[in-house]
Nanobody, 116 residues
Framework: QVQLVESGGGLVQPGGSLRLSCTASGFTFSSYAMTWFRQAPGKERELVASISSAGGRTNYADSVKGRFTISRDNAKKMVYLQMNSLKPEDTAVYYC?????????WGQGTQVTVSS
């Protein structure tokens, strides 16, 4: 079965950095685009960044462009989100996502809190 497991969240001061990781299993990882979403308290889940199956194409929400970088390692079946210059408004639970055979799969999420 498809499984996604996120890690790397935590508490960081404004201006700091974090690197999130997502380990995938249960599907042919190298054949699917991967996406990071986030959900802040009281807000809808929103797309943060996506990456094509081979990693050649990426897409970012306007709010994170220039600060976040999505990447993947198909040999390790992992996708990453490097987050720099973090702001308090980046505080959210971050989720890894794959659309596999017409169904969306999500990890359990990892909490990112940006606060002084």
């Amino acid at each position: 079965q498809v499984q996604l497991v996120e890690s790397g969240g935590g508490l960081v001061q404004p201006g700091g950095s974090l690197r999130l990781s997502c380990t995938a299993s249960g599907f042919t990882f190298s054949s699917y685009a991967m996406t990071w979403f986030r959900q802040a308290p009281g807000k809808e889940r929103e797309l943060v960044a996506s990456i094509s199956s081979a990693g050649g194409r990426t897409n970012y929400a306007d709010s994170v462009k220039g600060r976040f970088t999505i990447s993947r390692d198909n040999a390790k079946k992992m996708v990453y989100l490097q987050m720099n210059s973090l702001k308090p408004e980046d505080t959210a639970v971050y989720y890894c996502n794959v659309l596999w055979r017409t169904s969306n799969y999500w990890g359990q999420g990892t909490q990112v809190t940006v606060s002084s």
